[in-house]
């Protein structure tokens, strides 16, 4: 009897280390916390306007590309995005005269909620990030968005070796870059999955 609670015992405790590697630590939780996004908003969903929308995408890709070539943090390219935002809008706007449209633009440094998103290998879990937020005349089309930072849209595709040491570069760890990128590993699934439920529970 003694023997059978002992097993008993050890499985128990096997079980609950096996379970605890599938559990998110608080670092894996702050992922959401290196990610700069970009959000680009049509003043409608016609045709002339989405395409409005894609220029002034251009542009402000064109613009931040360049600007955050010395950003090592995501607190850094943060500082740089502020310091930015009138040329950016100013920017915005000129493309959209050139366009011949009257509309007003608006560029933003704030916080969004953004549904689950991939790019390439990398997939984001759905919640709240620090975004670049460029609403065009009344906003009411379709939008765009990408990753400022790390930057995944103003350069080009990397080597996984090399993207990976860019994320590890800009703050990520190596299991929120596993987390991210490792579909494959049930143990990352389970994370990423349990990331998105708590970030929706405590960002109400």
């Not at 630590?25 to 306007?49: C, E, F, G, K």
């Not at 931040?64 to 915005?92: F, H, I, Q, Y």
């Not at 990030?129 to 990408?146: A, D, F, M, P």
Request: net charge negative; with cysteine.
């Amino acid at each position: 009897m003694k023997n059978k609670l002992i097993l008993a015992l050890c499985a128990a405790v096997l079980a609950a280390a096996s379970f605890s590697s599938f559990l998110p630590t608080s670092d894996d939780l702050s992922l959401y916390d290196n990610v700069i996004r970009l959000h680009v908003i049509a003043n409608s969903d016609s045709d002339a306007d989405q395409e409005l929308k894609l220029r002034v995408r251009d542009r402000m890709l064109e613009l931040t590309g360049s600007a955050l070539d010395g950003a090592e943090t995501k607190a850094e390219a943060e500082e740089v995005m502020r310091a930015l935002l009138p040329e950016l809008e100013a920017a915005a706007a000129d493309v959209i005269s050139e366009d011949g449209c009257g509309y007003g633009v608006k560029a933003s440094l704030t916080v969004e909620e953004y549904p689950r998103k991939s790019y390439g290998t990398v997939t984001l879990p759905s919640g709240k990030y620090t975004s670049l937020r460029v609403i065009i005349g009344s906003g009411e089309g379709h939008n765009w968005w990408c990753v400022l930072f790390p930057q995944m849209c103003t350069r080009p595709a990397s080597s996984p070796a090399k993207q990976e040491e860019e994320f590890t570069d800009a703050g990520f760890t190596p299991s929120q870059y596993k987390i991210i990128t490792d579909s494959e590993n049930v143990r990352y699934v389970v994370k990423f999955r349990i990331i998105e439920i708590i970030k929706s529970i405590f960002d109400k």
